[in-house]
């Protein structure tokens, strides 16, 4: 099993910045990728941004030059820089990883004010 916790969500008015923190633990072994969805409510989930354990990285249209994926990989750890935040950028937002099967966080509220 491999456990996701996620920290960093909050309230930000509109064109504020927060910064999403991820680590995993327990049965790591390799983690092929990592990123952060995010899901509206009565929605899907959606995929805001994922990172390769290479660094490559892969981003939704609607967050491109606003949001930074990174990682760490020593530490297991995956970030979000989310700049330039609108209010419909409101969501819970939940961390993932892929070892050999999908793996979530419990999710994290972030909440921006016009």
């Known amino acids: 099993q491999v456990q996701l916790v996620e920290s960093g969500g909050g309230l930000v008015q509109a064109g504020g910045s927060l910064r999403l923190s991820c680590v995993a633990s327990?049965?790591?072994?390799?983690?092929?990728?990592m990123g952060w969805y995010r899901q509206f409510p009565g929605k899907q989930r959606e995929l805001v941004a994922d990172i390769t354990s290479g660094g490559s990285t892969n981003y939704a249209d609607f967050v491109k030059g606003r949001f930074t994926i990174s990682r760490d990989n020593a530490k297991n750890m995956v970030y979000l820089q989310m700049n330039s935040l609108k209010p419909e950028d409101t969501a819970v937002y939940y961390c993932?990883?892929?070892?050999?099967?999908?793996?979530w966080g419990q999710g994290t509220q972030v909440t921006v004010s016009s």
């Open positions: 327990g049965s790591i072994g390799s983690i092929k990728a």
């Open positions: 993932n990883a892929i070892v050999l099967a999908w793996y």
